[in-house]
């Protein structure tokens, strides 16, 4: 089976989705614009730039996911079923329709609230009327473009999925980029850890870290002798941590002092599996949130089981048409 995006050029609202399965094939339009300029004709979608793109790649996942559903379910006229799916999700909304339904489906696990409810939200806190903004979802967060800003929009709840998502899978890399270093700090420094408890759990992690590293580029390059040189360099790094970890106060700050980058990642992959998780993302939410004047919170009602949105200017200007 084949998913393609392509552009019909004698259509307005010209991108279409082209499902295939050997000798059957069907196409149908996801009812949106795009210029010919912001279409990357080589991979065949639109640019990142593009408000859609997030929402046009998980509805190709999505689309991939209940393809096989369906054939292991031996329905008959899958891509019958695929296509007249996808009309019922543009029929009102366009392909807003869709980024609702995949904002929903790919978060349902995760106790967000529901696309419709962030949508009242920013209604609630900007004044703004359906037509006066567009809507892009990137992974649990949603943006809003207006004529003067963009906002972002998230919540305790998303915040949390993505966190235990990254020390889940151990994203060393999405910890290092996407993670505040300041908080984690802070979460450290209310309780604290001693010596002979920290040190070994960070041994453990930094040991997995480089053979995950080992493993990763075994599989994908084949040669890993230039890892040698770079394991040895994070070795004496590991040995001024041990040597300056008792006056320090602060395991977190102090691994970023020393590699910003692996030791700080590590730390905090250190610090998850010694304490208490769950109560450390709310932590870290609360200090985000609550805590980051940027940050202001909307609630739909004043009932206390009513969600919570959090809300900050994400820049700014754009013109939208």
Not at 38 to 64: A, C, M, P
Request: include cysteine.
């Amino acid at each position: 089976m084949k998913i393609v995006y392509y552009l019909n050029e004698g259509r307005k609202k010209n991108l279409y989705c082209r499902i295939s399965d050997g000798s059957e094939r069907v196409t149908f339009s996801l009812d949106y614009s795009v210029e010919p300029d912001k279409w990357n004709l080589k991979k065949g979608e639109v640019d990142i730039e593009d408000i859609s793109y997030f929402t046009l790649k998980d509805f190709k996942k999505y689309l991939t996911g209940k393809y096989h559903e369906l054939k292991n379910e031996d329905k008959d006229n899958v891509l019958i079923r695929l296509k007249n799916e996808a009309l019922l999700f543009t029929k009102e909304k366009g392909i807003d329709g869709i980024a609702e339904r995949m904002f929903d489906y790919f978060n349902k696990d995760s106790e967000l609230p529901k696309y419709a409810e962030f949508i009242k939200a920013f209604e609630k806190f900007s004044g703004l009327k359906k037509g006066d903004y567009k809507v892009e979802t990137i992974g649990e967060i949603i943006h809003f473009h207006t004529e003067e800003d963009i906002y972002e929009m998230d919540t305790y709840e998303g915040l949390t999925s993505r966190l235990r998502s990254f020390i889940k899978n151990k994203s060393y890399g999405e910890i290092y980029t996407e993670t505040d270093k300041n908080i984690w700090s802070e979460i450290y420094t209310d309780v604290g850890v001693e010596k002979h408890v920290f040190l070994p759990e960070f041994l453990r992690q930094w040991e997995m870290y480089w053979n995950n590293q080992y493993r990763e580029i075994r599989e994908s390059v084949g040669k890993t002798n230039h890892l040698d040189e770079l394991k040895q360099h994070s070795w004496r790094q590991f040995q001024v941590y041990m040597a300056c970890y008792d006056d320090c106060g602060d395991a977190i700050k102090l691994a970023c002092d020393i590699d910003d980058m692996e030791l700080y990642s590590i730390s905090v992959m250190t610090m998850m599996n010694i304490f208490n998780a769950e109560v450390c993302y709310d932590e870290y939410c609360e200090l985000e949130f609550d805590g980051n004047p940027d940050w202001k919170s909307i609630s739909l009602d004043e009932d206390d089981d009513s969600p919570v949105f959090y809300i900050r200017t994400h820049y700014c200007p754009i013109k939208i048409s």
